[in-house]
């Protein structure tokens, strides 16, 4: 039982790159997330899904994409990357009722 | 101002003192509080949890809420070495925490020496 499994660990692209951070989970967990954490910021939701197919905003979804079309996956995608980018992203997964959020140990991504 | 606001140190004890750490909310419709623990390079992980106001303990850990104040507090008794993270607070304001809509403090790192 692997929980939460984000690829890669890490990743430096050049302004105006695209990508795609790759979440998985084996909980058959129902809610998705990501989330970005930066110095003095804390984390702070990008985008969400309550189950495949269905996808939502968070607080900060400018310059991401995201698709569910599986339970498992949940990838997050970097349109054109910038500076302002440069993060640590972390996805997390829960099941539905009052259950925690379990994340994953993140991607840390520097955009140059 | 941010919604949740968290001092985020560094704050460094030696080992078996007590810690107290602690955030401030503005949003009255917070009803779940949670503290994650988050080690170096790693996610964060839920330590605890409460609804409402009131104290929750577990183990060396105290977690206590006081909605009049709008203020969350997370003790640790007998610090230890291993205890050394950083400490977020996280809120929510409804049911099934939004399905995991949640709100997160800035984090404050610890330190035990020991």
């Known amino acids: 039982n692997a929980g939460v499994t984000q690829t890669p660990k890490f990743q430096v692209l050049k302004t105006g790159q695209s990508m795609t951070l790759q979440c998985a989970q084996d909980m058959n967990h129902e809610y998705m997330s990501w989330y970005r954490q930066d110095p003095g910021m804390g984390l702070r939701l990008i985008h969400y899904s309550v189950g495949a197919g269905i996808t939502d905003q968070g607080e900060v979804p400018n310059g991401y994409n995201v698709s569910r079309s599986t339970t498992e996956d949940f990838p997050l995608r970097l349109l054109s990357a910038a500076p302002s980018q440069t993060s640590v992203y972390f996805c997390?997964?829960?099941?539905?009722?009052?259950?925690?959020?379990?994340f994953g140990n993140g991607t840390r991504l520097t955009v140059t | 101002q941010k919604e949740v606001e968290q001092d985020p140190g560094p704050l460094s004890v030696p080992e078996g003192a007590i810690v107290s750490l602690n955030c401030t909310y503005s949003n009255s419709a917070f009803q779940y509080f949670m503290w994650y623990r988050q080690y170096s390079r790693k996610g964060p992980e839920l330590l605890m949890y409460t609804y409402s106001s009131g104290n929750k303990e577990d183990g060396r850990f105290t977690a206590q809420v006081d909605k009049s104040s709008k203020y969350i507090s997370l003790f640790i008794r007998d610090s230890q070495p291993s205890d050394s993270a950083t400490y977020l607070c996280a809120m929510s304001p409804g049911r099934s925490w939004q399905g995991g809509k949640l709100i997160f403090g800035q984090g404050t790192e610890l330190s035990v020496k020991p």
């Open positions: 997390a997964s829960r099941r539905t009722g009052d259950s925690p959020l379990h």
